[in-house]
């Protein structure tokens, strides 16, 4: 198959490429090298040590042949998109190419605006290309679980539930009660996609993805191919941010009471789920939803797995909690389907607890890099 990855340059796109070129897939990727950029705003660096995208291909076309084109570009550059989309003629494309941190988002006026324009913008963009040029593709986008909400007070199923309203039922989206500004804009990316397989038949999975963990897929067992793994306190998320404090000796930072719930999902699992859904696309005209997790924990519960493990490793991690920057329900009620993916032959690759040590002994080797910026950990970016 031919496959576009958006966003090949980051956290699971980088990953994901190397999955499918080794499957003998032929992959084009495209990235603007925004989330290099953006870490660095934050004064931040990736915990790992990652090769330039140059020295990455250079690396690739050695190992495994010409299977694979890279294209530096913006979604926002809507002739770059079109180009691109005609010139490829993908099977499958794969849009991970977004601002995907929702402190980030929260900072200020011009990060929400810059959020909403890559984002928003730059998916309209890509749908358009699509409808021109490659109009018989499987769109996957990666949303996330946070378009939901997290206290909906309901159980969350995979996108659409059924309601009585007035004596008469109907199938309808469930609602999108989004916390961030980042999260809303996957609901109007969510909207303007549903829209776009209905007027003119494309058809698109749309990932519900719970937060990702870890330094090691399948792939990723050579250092020179590591992705890029982040701990600040915008772009690092709950486990990966957790892991990285305790290498160092830094309280695992625990935001107010640590009773929010969420649906996590190991790295090297949410390519395994990427890769389920690029072997087994809907219908034409069809917009389906799953939701991409794995297990679900309290931040609290997470931290204490660390802080277990992490001891047994003779680290000596604390807990620390702080004042909750973000405008959230301590403890709420959370339950959500996730079977789409179980039914297209998704398991578990390795216990949360085991994905942990290794993530922990991983981040070991790079304890100097997480060192040298340990006061992008805690940045106090306020939400309300």
Sequence with gaps: MKIV?????GYIGWPLAL????KGNQVCGIDNFSRRENVKEMGSQSATHILSMEERIKNLKHEFGNNIDFYKGDLLDAQFTDNVIKKFKPDIIVHLAEQPSAPYSMIDQEHNVYTHTNNVIGTLN???????????????KLGTMGEYGYDPGLEIPEGFYEIEFRGKKAKVPYPRLAGSWYHWTKVHDSNNIMFACKLWGLKSTDIMQGIVYGTKTDELDDEKYNTRFDFDEAFGTAINRFCAQAVIGHPLTVH?????????????DSVQCI???????PADGEYRVVNQFDEQHSVMQLAKKVQYIGNKLGLNVEIKNKENPRKEAEEHYYKADHGILKSLGFSQTRKIDDEIEIMLKHLMKYKNRIEEKKHVIVKNIKWK
């Design 19 to 22: 999955n499918q070129i080794m």
């Design 126 to 140: 890509l749908i358009h290309s699509m409808q021109r040029h490659s109009p018989n593709a499987h769109l996957i």
């Design 256 to 268: 107010g009471l640590g009773g929010q719930t969420r649906g996590f999902l190991a790295l090297n």
């Design 5 to 9: 990855i958006l966003g090949m340059d």
């Design 275 to 281: 890769s389920l859904l690029i072997d087994n696309p």
